[in-house]
């Protein structure tokens, strides 16, 4: 039973991240004084790095992590260097999974630093972005094979959003849960219920991912689903998650 996040209309998830709200984030930031300036400069770039991952631009996200552990190491803000850790071995697990052919060996080595982060953080139940860093753990431990390392890390990721009632990346929680299972009535079930959610949070970076999976799955009954949530981005993005998607439709 997932309870979606009661997002506003200002709160919901962009599609994309704009170049000119990033500057003016930067600049803003610029303005405020220590610690209140690099806090929230590395807070954005995080938030950055988040839609960037999953719009399958890696390289960019990982420019951006050093960029935050140099923000952070500059101004003594360590809780953020271990942020920028994560969010690069995040990044280079996906980037490792592109492609017609992963590449392994990064793989494994991204994989094994994100594994023992994410476990650092649940130790001393340091809980913001963990909802982002055990989805990126799924993806890769699936992607490396292990089924059942990836179905663990699903369970505590859902069962921390039950209990902190911060839904916010259930819907892929969901999506990628249902890779797992061995029953095709709950492998449709999760689908559906990650598209519902994602629709109901407005995230449509992770409606997308959805709706590509059931057209993978299911063919042209699922097409129309696909075809309405790129209807709903602008016609000139271009991202590899986006074109990924397009391209199915061909």
Known sequence: DVRPYNFTQNERIPVWVP??????????????M??????????????E????????????????????????TENGLDEWVMISATAAANAGAKAALAGPQPDM???GESTATLATLVQVWRDFELKAFLCWYDAGL????????DVQGARRQLDMALQMSAETSWHLFDA????LRAHTQDSAVDRDADLENAMELSRTQGAV???LAVAADRLRIHGDRCRADLEQVIARLPADQDWPALAEARALLH
């Open 19 to 32: 170049e000119n709200a990033v500057a003016d984030m930067e600049k803003r930031c610029q303005t405020l």
């Open 34 to 47: 220590f610690p209140h300036g690099p806090f929230t400069e590395c807070y954005g770039r995080v938030q």
């Open 49 to 72: 790095a988040v839609v960037r991952t999953h719009a399958g631009q890696c390289a960019q996200a990982i420019e951006l992590a050093g960029r935050i552990a140099e923000i952070a």
């Open 105 to 107: 060996a990064a793989l």
């Open 138 to 145: 799924t993806a890769a431990l699936l992607g490396a094979g």
């Open 172 to 175: 892929e929680l969901l999506r």
């Open 205 to 207: 970076v992770l409606e």
